[in-house]
């Protein structure tokens, strides 16, 4: 047989041989065997892709809250009243009247305390305009207590508007002590010390007290001068409560010189109400707290004992 022969049987021997070893051969179209076995390989390692199904979602435990429980009402505790203060035994003041105007317009007041209708006691705190540290004896005896029975009434300055511009005289310059109905006589001229006037009464504030005088006939009057430290002393049971003043307060007893003394208001007080006692207190140049409080206090026993 030829060489073309002889390699032809081979090739068909060999086919035969791949045929009847099933299918170990492989398919030539595949490439060769190595080429099979990586892709084979490969096929393996690469899992085939898993159907993911979506875990359901965990139910949340329902949560339930515990129905709130009220708070019972605060009650808040009981306030406690403040401490009232105790009621004072300082009688009230009855009543305050404007008896009168001053020259320039000003009021003169009066103050009633005590009881209405009992012993009617009168203090005039300033007649000379500058001569009103008795007005700190009349501030005191609007707090102080008045003995029951007293009708105390009080008139802090009967000439204002002396005390505003501090002179003796009022604004018609007249000396208002000088002035009262009583005595009156001529003295003097507008500008002089005691200058009485043009006639009985002829200024506007005495004739406030002159009024007032006649509503409540007092038992008792005091008039407030200064500076002369002293208590002129009269006789008879005038004579007597001055005397008793001056104890009380520690004034000296001693008389009142170097005037003409008409028309004065004590003059004409012992002639309006004969029953009644009315005096001059002179001051010294100044009054503290302690003397005023002395004066007031020598008043109102006067006042209970007369």
Excluded at 4 to 33: E, F, H, K, Q, Y
Excluded at 199 to 214: C, F, H, Q, R, W
Excluded at 231 to 246: F, H, L, N, P
Excluded at 260 to 270: D, I, L, P
């Amino acid at each position: 047989m030829t060489r073309r022969a002889t390699g032809l049987i081979s090739v068909l021997l060999l086919l035969a041989a791949c045929s009847s070893g099933g299918g170990r051969g492989a398919d030539p179209a595949a490439g060769p065997a190595t080429t099979a076995t990586t892709a084979s390989a490969a096929a393996v390692a690469t899992p085939a892709p898993v159907a993911t199904t979506a875990a359901p979602s965990p139910t949340l435990a329902t949560t339930t809250i515990p129905p709130t429980t009220a708070l019972p009402p605060t009650t808040a505790p009981p306030t406690t009243p403040a401490p009232t203060a105790p009621p004072t035994t300082t009688p009230p003041i009855v009543q305050q009247q404007v008896i009168g105007h001053s020259v320039e317009g000003r009021p003169i007041t009066a103050i009633e305390r005590g009881t209405p209708g009992g012993t009617a006691v009168l203090v005039i705190g300033c007649i000379h305009g500058d001569e009103d540290a008795g007005m700190a004896v009349v501030d005191t005896l609007m707090t102080d207590a008045v003995p029951d029975g007293i009708d105390l009434w009080l008139v802090p300055s009967m000439n204002p508007d002396g005390q505003a511009h501090q002179v003796r005289s009022n604004a018609h310059q007249v000396d208002l002590n000088r002035n009262f109905p009583q005595g009156w006589a001529p003295l003097g001229q507008p500008g002089d010390s005691q200058y009485a006037g043009t006639g009985p009464a002829s200024e506007p504030e005495t004739k406030a007290i002159v009024d007032l005088v006649d509503q409540i006939r007092p038992s008792l009057t005091v008039w407030y001068h200064q500076d002369l430290n002293r208590i002129d002393v009269g006789t008879g049971r005038a004579g007597q409560i001055q005397r008793r003043y001056a104890e009380l307060t520690g004034l000296p007893v001693a008389p009142v010189t170097g005037g003409t003394y008409t028309g004065t208001a004590t003059q004409w007080e012992a002639a309006k109400v004969p029953k009644g006692v009315a005096f001059i207190v002179e001051l010294g140049p100044t009054l503290d707290g302690a003397g005023a409080a002395t004066h007031a206090e020598a008043v109102l026993t006067l006042a209970s004992t007369g």
